[in-house]
């Protein structure tokens, strides 16, 4: 009757003890969660192959807690209990690519003498792009930069925050090497989120930037609209460039897109 009774309380006492660690995550509260890991803890990174113990564990925990009190994981499913083990899966959402872009995580957390052992995360990339019905799923090349998907979607946002406020696009002669010192990460490590999980290149993601800022003085220009001048002044040095990242995204020249942008102010001033 006794031995019956383990399963149930053992798995008790694995959500209890893995609900405090959720709980201390959420409030980014580092000494509670180290407090929480086993002396002998072993935390397998599947995505970066790596595997590490109680005292590299300070940093990397340090690294990929939230960095504001409300933010959360977008959980998929509840937490599911089996003896010792509990199991995890969520979803974290990277801005600045094409589509929704964002990695479906796992973790199988294990629980020795009230304390965790045993953590295995996996993950797993996701494109969905908003014209397709359908969604692919690829796994990226094993990250070697010292980057988890959680760093991975803090260094997405560092980025795409850092070219709205610094604006560093309008400067024709901007680099890689530029933007990695300016945002506080290497260059390998900005190449490989553009390149293997949001599959763009730098220029065009640089491109794009200026694009959206052309965009934005369009609507606001007086006519005769110059738009090889607005090109030049957000940035862009080749007009063939231009020419061909305005029609890549509008799906029109920018003669015929300037066109319509005055046709439609002289409806609204002769409404």
Not at 55 to 69: C, F, G, I, K, T
Not at 82 to 98: H, P, S
Not at 217 to 225: E, K, M, Y
Not at 238 to 266: D, E, M, N, V, W
Request: aromatic letters at 10%; charged letters at 25%.
């Amino acid at each position: 009757m006794h031995a019956e009774d383990d399963g149930p309380q053992q798995t008790q006492a694995t959500g209890d003890t893995v609900m405090r660690y959720h709980l201390r995550w959420k409030h980014r509260d580092l000494d509670g969660v180290m407090a929480l890991y086993h002396p002998e803890v072993q935390y397998n990174d599947f995505f970066q192959n790596r595997v590490m113990g109680l005292e590299a564990l300070h940093e990397y925990v340090r690294n990929s807690m939230p960095r504001d009190p409300d933010e959360a994981l977008e959980h998929s499913d509840r937490i599911r209990l089996d003896g010792n083990t509990a199991f995890i899966q969520y979803r974290i959402t990277l801005r600045g690519g094409e589509g929704l872009v964002s990695f479906r995580a796992s973790e199988a957390i294990t629980v020795k003498d009230g304390l965790i052992w045993r953590v295995n995360e996996y993950a797993s990339l996701v494109h969905e792009q908003p014209t397709r019905k359908s969604s692919g799923t690829q796994r990226p090349a094993v990250s070697r930069l010292g980057l988890s998907p959680r760093q991975l979607s803090f260094l997405a946002d560092d980025l795409q925050q850092y070219f709205q406020r610094q604006q560093p696009y309008l400067d024709p002669e901007l680099d890689l090497q530029r933007v990695a010192k300016e945002c506080g990460y290497s260059r390998n490590q900005i190449s490989y989120l553009l390149n293997q999980v949001l599959g763009q290149s730098f220029y065009r993601y640089v491109n794009q930037a200026r694009l959206q800022h052309l965009l934005s003085a369009l609507d606001q220009a007086a006519s005769p609209l110059r738009i090889d001048e607005l090109a030049f002044a957000a940035g862009f040095n080749s007009l063939s460039a231009f020419y061909s990242c305005f029609r890549q995204h509008t799906g029109q020249s920018p003669k015929a897109y300037a066109k319509q942008i005055s046709l439609r102010a002289r409806a609204q001033d002769n409404a």
